[in-house]
């Protein structure tokens, strides 16, 4: 990854979660003041791995491939960069459906 992201004092974070074993997640952004590189996307998702993950080598490893075949499929978020403790990917925005709009859903279908 190149442009304004790899400077991260353009950046802003914020923390998702936190107290987790498995991961940390940050959600980084460019400042609106700065300007977007060709393609490059605003918003990623950073992923720490955890201590659970750090304990199973072959977890991260598995992990990080099946991430990457489904991200270069098109069928998960894409893959921006891995290194030893995480790894960079597309943040894709969701809202979380609670119990009562599944019954909405229900009475709609």
């Given at each position: 990854?190149?442009?304004?992201?790899?400077?991260?004092?353009l950046c802003?974070?914020?923390?998702?979660?936190?107290?987790?074993?498995?991961?940390?997640?940050?959600?980084?952004?460019?400042?609106?003041?700065?300007?977007?590189?060709?393609?490059?996307?605003?918003?990623?998702?950073?992923?720490?791995?955890?201590?659970?993950?750090?304990?199973?080598?072959?977890?991260?490893?598995?992990?990080?491939?099946?991430?990457?075949?489904?991200?270069?499929?098109?069928?998960?978020?894409?893959?921006?960069?891995?290194?030893?403790?995480?790894?960079?990917?597309?943040y894709v925005?969701?809202?979380t459906n609670?119990?009562?709009?599944?019954?909405?859903?229900?009475?709609?279908?």
């Amino acid at each position: 990854m190149s442009g304004p992201l790899i400077n991260y004092k353009l950046c802003v974070l914020s923390l998702l979660h936190s107290g987790g074993l498995s991961n940390l997640l940050y959600c980084c952004w460019l400042a609106d003041s700065v300007p977007v590189v060709g393609s490059e996307p605003r918003r990623v998702l950073l992923r720490i791995y955890g201590q659970i993950i750090h304990e199973h080598p072959v977890t991260v490893l598995t992990d990080s491939v099946i991430f990457a075949l489904l991200a270069e499929k098109g069928m998960g978020p894409k893959l921006y960069g891995v290194f030893t403790t995480g790894r960079l990917e597309e943040y894709v925005p969701v809202r979380t459906n609670y119990f009562l709009s599944f019954a909405v859903m229900s009475k709609v279908v």
